[in-house]
């Protein structure tokens, strides 16, 4: 089925708005934020953990799929949904990132790219067209088209080839989008210059995908440059369609980035962080390794409702981090997602409530309180 999006609310002092998607498996509300799991999991977590936590909407990643344990392996096992125990919708990267992060290891050409395999060193050949078809495959509810990040210092003739490239691509991608199971997005492109991303922009509203994203952001640019980015190629994208920004961020970037009217959000952050033992909490960020938790037997976060909040102290928290146990990552994972997906929650009823600007300025000022 073709996704279905409809803008159910509208901040009126802000780009910032409320929505409805449907996929084939399952509507989400946004703005949302979508648990990475490159590999078919988050790390740490099962997937009736995500459910548990409220996760609405997951994503992986096609390239890293096909090449272990291939895309035609989990087509046989029942598809992505059946493979990792997930019933609710799934978002899949095509890879057009993993040419920016494994720049040392692939070769990009007009008609696709040639990467060096991180497993056994192997050649694997993506062209928009099989990069659809991984996520036919896979049973994407939502499929992106292969894309060309380049850094944040791209110069502009750099930047103008990466364009015309990932238009190609994208023009290719459309045409045997009907495999698909569900919608494909879009990937707008064009570095640090606004003419070149609000040109590419109106190039792919032409082609009339179900979403568009906005990619090759938070690679290397300074943090101002990044918002005038967003700010200026979300105002000229569909209404009607929903807007995803790609691997951003934090709480505080995601809060920015629905003001300016993006929809969908992805990061490893939340994960990565726990991992390493920094948590986000209503307080800011803590590190838990810090020795001024040894003997700390309050939560986490006292604001926090999370499972690790309610039952364990930052003294055992800091006590298994720091002796290597791996619950210790688990148990922060929860929480950081916990504490992200709430956020999404808070946003959402301060829009629908006309409280958006409000909420703004209490997150700012530190005393932001989460609906009951």
């Given amino acids: 089925m073709p996704l279905k999006f409809s803008v159910t609310n509208r901040d009126p002092l802000s780009a910032a708005r409320c929505g409805v998607l449907d996929t084939p498996h399952g509507t989400l509300k946004t703005p949302a934020f979508m648990p990475v799991g490159t590999y078919g999991v988050v790390k740490g977590l099962r997937s009736e953990d995500l459910e548990e ?15 272990r344990p291939g895309a035609a392996e989990i087509q046989a096992l029942g598809g992505l949904h059946q493979f990792m125990g997930w019933n609710g919708p799934i978002l899949t990267d095509s890879g057009g990132y993993q040419v920016f992060s494994l720049s040392d290891r692939c070769q990009v050409d007009d008609d696709g790219v040639t990467f060096q395999s991180t497993l056994d060193g192997s050649r694997c050949r993506l062209t928009p067209e099989s990069v659809v078809e991984i996520q036919s495959q896979l049973g994407s509810d939502i499929a992106m088209v292969l894309d060309e990040c380049v850094p944040g210092s791209a110069t502009r003739v750099v930047a103008e080839a990466a364009v015309r490239r990932t238009q190609d691509w994208a023009e290719r991608s459309r045409k045997i989008a009907t495999c698909l199971p569900g919608g494909l997005f879009g990937i707008v492109q064009g570095s640090v210059y606004p003419d070149l991303r609000v040109a590419h922009a109106e190039q792919l509203i032409e082609l009339d995908f179900d979403g568009y994203a906005v990619g090759g952001l938070a690679v290397g640019e300074k943090k101002n440059v990044t918002w005038a980015m967003l700010g200026e190629t979300a105002a000229v994208l569909p209404e009607d369609k929903p807007r995803y920004v790609m691997g951003m961020g934090t709480p505080n970037d995601i809060i920015k980035g629905v003001a300016r009217g993006v929809d969908l959000f992805d990061c490893v952050i939340p994960t990565r962080h726990a991992r390493n033992g920094m948590a986000f909490t209503s307080e800011g960020r803590i590190s838990i390794k810090n020795q001024k938790y040894a ?78």
Wanted: aromatic share 8%; with cysteine; glycine share 8%.
């Fill in 53 to 67: 936590l409220g996760a609405q909407i997951v994503l992986s990643n096609a390239y890293h799929l096909a090449e």
């Fill in 295 to 372: 003997a700390d037997d309050g939560p986490l976060d006292p604001g926090c409702n999370c499972p690790t909040c309610r039952r364990y102290s930052r003294a055992y928290l800091r006590l298994l981090m720091v002796r290597g146990e791996m619950s210790a990552g688990i148990m922060l994972t929860w929480h950081n997602l916990f504490h992200y997906l709430d956020t999404m929650r808070s946003i959402r009823h301060a829009i629908a409530s006309a409280g958006f600007a409000e909420f703004r300025r209490n997150i700012a000022a530190g005393r932001a309180k989460l609906p009951d």
